[in-house]
Nanobody, 120 residues
């Protein structure tokens, strides 16, 4: 079993920055993808930014140039740096870990989520 613990959400003014962190513990394979999704009220959950254990990143168009992701494989942590935040970035941000056996997904874990509110 894997546990994901998130931190770093909060209230920020438009144009501000926040850094989210997610720490994974438990039985974690070396072949995985960790990252962040978000869900705003009344909307479906969407991918924000994820990063593979090899360092490949996948991102949604809306974060290009504003958000970056990094990871520490030794500590099984990922960090999401969010800059130039907009009110439409307001959502619950949820950490995700997908593990793979070869190219096939074997497990999928979610954190409890952390609220990010962008408002003046």
């Amino acid at each position: 079993q894997v546990q994901l613990v998130e931190s770093g959400g909060g209230l920020v003014q438009p144009g501000g920055s926040l850094r989210l962190s997610c720490a994974a513990s438990g039985s974690i394979s070396s072949n995985n993808v960790m990252g962040w999704y978000r869900q705003a009220p009344g909307k479906q959950r969407e991918m924000v930014l994820v990063i593979s254990s090899a360092g490949t990143t996948y991102y949604a168009d809306f974060v290009k140039g504003r958000f970056t992701i990094s990871r520490d494989n030794a500590k099984n942590t990922v960090h999401l740096q969010m800059n130039s935040l907009k009110p439409e970035d307001t959502a619950v941000y949820v950490c995700n870990l997908k593990q793979f056996g070869g190219h096939s997904p074997t497990s999928d874990y979610w954190g409890q989520g952390t609220q990010v509110t962008v408002s003046s």
